[in-house]
């Protein structure tokens, strides 16, 4: 069964330096989806993209963050200057045309120190 | 306002039924949902109800849908140790744009 993927699983900086997060959605979706889980938390919308931009972005999702479909297959998720609150589980979700039902990757755990 | 409610915590003994509720605040969800995180890993989608619907039911799972109330729940029957987890109720909002998550229940399964 196709499934979303994300890399890498635990990603650790310091703090002021720029991260990228992968995800290789699902192959036929269109609609591509960032999430967050800071430890013990709700899991948060941060940005919804659809043909190669940015439909709605949450209040979190602020010039610091920005994502980018470079290829047919990768969605990427970038901060630019990450700050200790910055560490969370970040989630990257997928969904085709015909249903609103999101697939979610498993998740990379970013640590900043 | 966009809001899903939970409670936090449920245990019960293996081979017990669990019920997990929710409450919602958006009337216009076409989808709810529930999904299942084990510790350390992602967010796996357990099923889903169609807000047309008043119950679904797939194999042990059972959802039963309030659209009068905006109440959600999930009955899992014959809890096993497995279950043990915490389940997030989540709704769809604008056009399938974002999902919005309640704050997850932690299953606590005692054998």
């Known amino acids: 069964e196709p499934e979303v993927t994300q890399t890498p699983s635990h990603q650790v900086t310091q703090m002021g330096q720029e991260v990228i997060l992968r995800c290789v959605p699902i192959?036929?979706?269109?609609?591509f989806y960032w999430y967050r889980q800071i430890l013990g938390q709700k899991v948060e919308f941060l940005v919804s993209f659809y043909n190669n931009e940015i439909s709605e972005k949450s209040e979190i999702f602020d010039d610091q963050f920005s994502v980018e479909r470079p290829d047919g297959s990768n969605f990427t998720l970038k901060i630019r200057s990450t700050k200790l609150e910055d560490s969370a589980m970040y989630f990257c979700a997928s969904r085709s045309e015909s249903t609103d039902t999101q697939y979610f990757g498993p998740g990379t755990r970013l640590t900043v120190l | 306002g966009e809001d899903v409610e939970q409670s936090l915590f449920l245990s019960v003994r293996e081979g017990d039924s669990s019920v997990i509720n929710c409450t919602y605040t958006?009337?216009?969800?076409?989808?709810l949902y529930w999904y299942k995180q084990e510790p350390g890993a992602g967010l796996q989608l357990l099923t889903y109800i169609f807000s047309n619907m008043d119950m679904k039911q797939d194999q042990r799972l059972t959802v039963l849908l309030n659209k009068k109330d905006k109440h959600l729940s999930l009955r899992i029957a014959d809890t096993q140790t497995g279950d043990s987890a915490i389940y997030f109720c989540?709704?769809?909002?604008?056009?399938?744009?974002?999902?919005?998550f309640g704050a997850g229940t932690r299953l606590f399964v005692k054998a």
């Open positions: 192959s036929n979706h269109l609609y």
């Open positions: 958006d009337s216009s969800s076409t989808y």
């Open positions: 989540a709704e769809i909002l604008g056009g399938g744009f974002k999902t919005i």
